[in-house]
């Protein structure tokens, strides 16, 4: 699964390190100043490195917490991002990640202590209002858990602010640190999720919508509150069917008190980002039926996108109130 291992000399000795090297015994690790000079390199090939992707061990200096774009939210006044891993095990070809770095090796930041105190005088600063923290924008939030420990480090410090909320963005079934712990109230597991037929063609790597849905049924049934993510909708030959074969079969497996939030989110990608997807990804479909340019961004028509859209919600609307809909569009 792991190329090979890099480790910047300035975090070589964070515990963190060390744990995780046990995990790869045998793979000794290649010691480098910045973590750049390797995921930054020129004439690097995406599509390839994804076959064999390397792992860099580096430390955050900045940026720890970031606000989210407007028109990205779950319906709390304040919404911010945070990344504590670039890249993903999966590889699902609307992916903005091919087009935003020129590496698909997966970075890991270890100092999670950085990202704590970030988190932390975010939420001093805005102590009396309502905050959401989203994880699982330049990585998916759980599908490296067994290696990181994210998810287990970062739970039990939201669980002593019961007043912000934090959203673990994932299409991963790896769901250990969940089951074994009672639910946290003010933690969103978000799953994406899109019709079976579609997701087989476009989701890559990731685990099948059937696992996706019985892990959700699972942690419901736990009492974990569920988010679920129809971002992007995809257009496409009997979309409409496929999309009430989809919500039929979410909804019958889920009860319907544990669901914090719905999202729905238009298939879209910045111009320039879009051309470098494309010219990776030159046999896709996806990139090749229906789009068009609009403004800043490649996405359907203006009438697909509404359609979609008002056709999802009066579906949805059979099974959930629409106080827990919101409309994503924004881009990272
Ligand atoms: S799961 Fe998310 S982050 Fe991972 S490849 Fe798919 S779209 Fe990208």
């Known amino acids: 699964m792991i190329n090979q291992i890099y480790i910047e000399n300035e975090i070589k000795n964070h515990p963190r390190v060390h744990d995780i090297l046990k995990k790869f015994k045998g793979k000794p690790p290649i010691y ?8 930054n390199r020129k004439n690097q090939n995406f599509r390839i490195q994804k076959k064999y992707p390397s792992l860099i061990l580096a430390q955050k200096k900045a940026g720890y917490v970031l606000k989210a774009p407007e028109d990205f939210g ?11 891993m670039y890249n993903c095990l999966y590889d699902c070809e609307y992916c903005f990640l091919q087009g935003m770095y020129s590496s698909a090796d997966y970075i890991l930041f270890v100092n999670f202590e950085d990202f704590e105190e970030g988190i932390k005088d975010k939420i001093s600063f805005l102590k009396n209002e309502k905050v959401t923290f989203f994880s699982g924008y330049d990585c998916d939030s759980l599908a490296f858990e067994k290696i990181s420990g994210f998810v287990r480090y970062f739970l039990p410090i939201f669980k002593k ?10 299409k991963s079934i790896q769901m250990d640190p969940l089951i074994s712990m009672a639910p946290i109230s003010n933690c969103i ?27 959700i049924s699972k942690l419901a049934s736990m009492g974990w509150k569920i988010g679920l993510r129809f971002d992007p909708l995809i257009y496409g030959e009997n979309w409409k069917n496929l999309y009430i074969n989809l919500f039929d079969n979410v909804f019958k497996n889920i009860d319907k008190k544990v669901i914090h939030s719905i999202t729905l989110g238009p298939l879209r990608f910045p111009k320039a980002m879009f051309k470098k997807i494309k010219s990776m990804n030159p046999r ?10 609009r403004g800043n961004k490649i996405s359907y028509s203006n009438d697909i996108e509404l359609e979609m859209q008002s ?7 059979q099974y959930s109130p629409e106080t827990l ?3 994503c569009k924004g881009n990272f």
Do not use: Q, W
């Not at 896709?284 to 340019?293: E, H, N, P, Y």
């Not at 056709?311 to 609307?317: G, H, P, S, V």
């Open 325 to 327: 809909f919101f409309s």
């Open 161 to 170: 602010f019961p007043n912000v909320d934090i959203e673990l963005r994932t």
């Open 284 to 293: 896709s479909k996806l990139l090749s039926d229906s789009l068009t340019l």
């Open 189 to 215: 597991v978000a799953f994406s999720l899109m019709p079976t037929e579609m997701a087989k063609k476009i989701d890559h790597k990731a685990p099948s919508i059937e696992k996706r849905i019985n892990m």
């Open 311 to 317: 056709f999802c919600i009066e579906l949805l609307k």
């Open 74 to 84: 779950i319906g709390n006044s304040y919404n911010f991002y945070f990344s504590h």
């Open 32 to 39: 480098i100043d910045k973590y750049a000079s390797i995921f």
